[in-house]
């Protein structure tokens, strides 16, 4: 049985002073997921944990890691109910992920992904082009327009 540990796929920046962090394997919200369980805590990880400040600005950053945790968790549910076939509670986790943390790029290619298998393209072509301008080499909104190009320029010869 496969473990999947998540990290923070993304970095995240202090919405004082702008730093970047990049948190670390063993940092809050590290969970675990083995093979395809159904991931059942929905709450930040570590409500209790010890505050983390900024390191330049010394701002409480908390907050802001437990509403990026919550994100994480709900692509991650997603994914899950993908795996299942359960497209709308899928489409329904991802967009609360999108709620909580807009700017990530493979939280808009799964919603592009999700679209795209109910049948909605339109859709899925603006989420798609929504990841990337978040993150211009996404792998799979690259190659998720590319094949809807061919399919459209198949369809036209």
Known sequence: MAIIEYLYETTMKCPV??????????????????????????????PHAPSITCKRCKVDLSDLLCLHDQAIWDHRQALYLLSQGRYSEATAHNN????????????????????????????AIASWQQALKFDPENAIACDCLQMIQLMAKNHQT
């Open 17 to 46: 002073c702008g730093a970047i962090y990049r948190p670390t394997k063993g940092s809050r919200g590290t969970g675990k997921n083995e093979g395809d369980k159904e991931i059942t805590n929905a709450q930040c990880p570590m």
């Open 96 to 123: 609360q992920a999108i709620a909580l943390y807009s700017s990530n790029a493979d939280f808009h290619a799964l919603a592009g992904k999700l679209w795209a298998l109910q049948g909605e393209f339109r859709e």
